[in-house]
Each structure stands twice: as structure tokens, then as C-alpha cells.
């Protein structure tokens, strides 16, 4: 049996969430549908030391400030999910867990969506899906013959589960800067750090809420026709939270360039040096999950799919919410998503 709604959110994390407070201030009738059993988006998939780069108050989504939590300047992922999962309750959206959407079509003047619990048939689509469950693993030499244990940083979860090990880090990101740091800052793991390039630290007093106000003054800059800021890439790449602060002052962050290839029981650098390692950990970023949108072809020749703010080019009643600056100034963030998630629920409202 089919059944119908004004709009379908296909995700229930931050970005869907956010869509669904939107929604319910504009009236509308709709339904989010999201694979995870439980509340809390892909926080709840976080390793065990994860904290935020910003403060609560400065991590919320639109309607309700984050609590603070106690003892913690920046809130941890368990926070985070206790939060979602208030916010999903306190706003009663219409979360349906434990649903995997399938794919999208077009059918007729609506759009059909089909997820493995049931059909839907929608007049506009909401992706908010993300990131996480599609991990990017580079290319390299080697890979499929090293006999030690890779790990992307989805499957990582703390030094305990690295014991008496040798690790290798390889990402110069703050997924990389922090996972390097959680193990390195454990006596009981030794950790060797690759980078593309030399890590570029922002500076101490630099926190999600600068990068969220420099995020958006980068967006409103192209808009305006003026030239690109770089936006978040000219300051830096890692935000230096307490505990990578801690680890890069102790002089446990001096980053090696990266390896060249993998051997069994370890890696090769370009000039012959070998190191072995009993793990590898990949935090080398992830991709958007929009395979449940191949049906409407919209992808480009390298796998885009273009859009005017949120809403898909060549497909206005799809709107794309929380994969990065594409669709929106800093919306794979919780303060980020709000905007632009108000924007495209006005565009789906707008559509009669």
C-alpha cells in the first residue's frame, strides 16, 4: 500500500530534524524516514572521545538551544544524541526509524519514494542522509596485501581497542588531528601521523562559532558576484580542541608525509623507509550517500548532482540538505543547518 504526504525527509539526523521543525511551523504534512534504529543521526557512531568544536549554545538547531553540559565546555557526542533525541520528541516529528530508503522516482506530477518498510508518494523530496555511511578509502598500493587490521574512522573507537599496538593515522583533517591525538595521548599505543601535507593548526581561540560566521561570509561573497574568500580553507584545517591542543604542545603531533604503499606487516615512504604497524586508521572523509536518488539521473559526468541552494537543478521538488557548502554555508553543521533548511522548506511551500 501506498501511502501519501506533502513532503518526505529521507534522513532523521541533524539536517532532517531541522527540515522537520520547518516543516511543522509551515503546516505542511510530512514524514522523515531514517535507517537508524534509534535517535541521534551518525552521533551516535562517533568514537568515544569525540567533542564538538563548539559550545552548546552555538551547536544548536533552529528552536531549541543546545543544554550545556555539565563540566564540558565543548559537548560530547553523547550529548549531542541525548539532544537529537529531545529535539525529535519535544517538536513530535514523525520519525520512522529503522526504515532504509531505497530509491527516489519520478511518478507522474509526485515523486516516489520507496524504502524497504513501504512506498511513499510525495510532492517534494527532502535528501538528508549525509555522509557518514558512504566512508572514502583512497586508492594505494598495497592495500588489499597488508595483513594488519584497517579501520576508517567509522569503526574507530578508542585507544583501548589499540593496545600495545603500533597505529597509523593517515588524514590531516579533524577527524585525523583528533583520532591521532586520542591515541597518542594513551602510553600504551604508539602512533606515527601522515598527512598529505605539512597540518595546518587554526589558531587556539578559533572555534565553530568563527568558522560557521567565515563559512557564511565566503557564501554571501559568491552570491554577490564577488571574489572567493576561501572561506574556511584560509585559516586553516584543524581546530586545535583541548585534547589536540594537549597532544600537539606535548610534541605528540609531528605529522610524517604520507606513505607511498603498504606492505604486509606495514607501510613504505617514497625514499624506501618501511614501518610496521598492526593498524591503520583511515580518516580520509566520506562521500554523500545519494545512491536512493540514482533513479532520477542527475548526477553530472563526475558524480554531482547541481543544485540552486538546495534545490536539485534539474528536478525542483528534490532538495538536497546537509552535504557541506554545496547545499548551504556550512549545513553538514548543527548551526549551519538551520538556514538553509528554512529556506528549502519556504521553496517546497512555495511550490502550491
Excluded at 603500533?166 to 604508539?190: F, K, T, W
Amino acid at each position: 500500500m501506498t501511502q501519501h504526504a506533502d513532503v518526505v525527509v529521507v534522513g532523521g539526523g541533524q539536517a532532517g530534524l531541522a527540515a522537520g521543525y520547518h516543516l511543522r511551523r509551515q503546516g505542511l504534512d510530512f514524514m522523515i524516514l531514517d535507517a537508524d534504529p534509534a535517535p541521534g543521526g551518525s552521533w551516535q557512531h562517533m568514537w568515544d572521545s569525540l567533542h564538538l568544536f563548539s559550545p552548546a549554545e552555538h551547536s544548536s538547531l533552529p528552536g531549541r538551544l543546545m543544554p550545556a553540559q555539565a563540566g564540558e565546555t565543548y559537548p560530547d557526542a553523547g550529548h549531542v544524541v541525548d539532544y537529537l533525541a529531545d529535539y525529535e520528541k519535544r517538536y513530535d516529528l514523525p520519525v520512522q526509524h529503522n526504515t532504509r530508503v531505497n530509491a527516489v522516482r519520478r511518478d507522474g506530477d509526485r515523486l516516489l519514494v520507496e524504502a524497504d518498510t513501504g512506498t511513499w508518494r510525495a510532492r517534494a523530496v527532502i535528501s538528508a542522509t549525509g555522509t557518514w555511511s558512504r566512508p572514502f578509502l583512497p586508492t594505494i598500493p598495497g592495500r588489499s596485501t597488508f595483513a594488519g587490521r584497517q579501520l576508517h574512522t567509522v569503526n574507530y573507537r578508542s585507544p583501548a581497542d589499540c593496545t600495545d599496538q603500533h597505529v597509523i593515522v593517515v588524514g590531516g583533517g579533524n577527524s585525523g588531528a583528533q583520532i591521532a591525538a586520542d591515541l597518542a595521548l594513551d602510553s600504551r599505543v604508539e602512533v606515527t601521523w601522515v598527512t598529505q601535507r605539512p597540518p595546518r593548526f587554526l589558531a587556539d581561540d578559533i572555534d565553530g562559532r568563527a568558522l560557521f560566521d567565515v563559512a557564511t561570509a565566503r557564501r554571501r561573497a559568491l552570491d554577490s558576484g564577488r571574489s572567493d574568500t576561501d572561506g574556511v580553507a584560509s585559516l586553516g584545517d584543524i581546530v586545535a580542541v583541548p585534547a589536540v591542543r594537549s597532544a600537539r604542545n606535548a610534541g605528540l603531533l609531528a605529522a610524517k608525509p604520507m606513505f607511498t604503499a603498504l606492505t604486509e606487516d606495514g607501510v613504505q615512504w617514497a625514499d624506501g623507509t618501511r614501518a610496521r604497524a598492526a593498524t591503520v586508521v583511515w580518516c580520509t572523509g566520506f562521500r554523500p550517500a545519494l545512491s536512493h536518488l540514482a533513479p532520477l539521473g542527475l548526477r553530472g559526468r563526475r558524480g554531482h548532482i547541481a543544485t540552486h541552494g538546495t534545490r536539485a537543478a534539474d528536478e525542483p521538488r528534490l532538495h538536497l540538505l546537509g552535504y557541506g557548502d554545496w547545499t548551504g554555508p556550512a549545513s553538514a553543521t548543527l548551526i549551519g543547518v538551520g538556514r538553509p533548511a528554512r529556506d528549502a522548506v519556504r521553496e517546497i511551500a512555495a511550490l502550491g
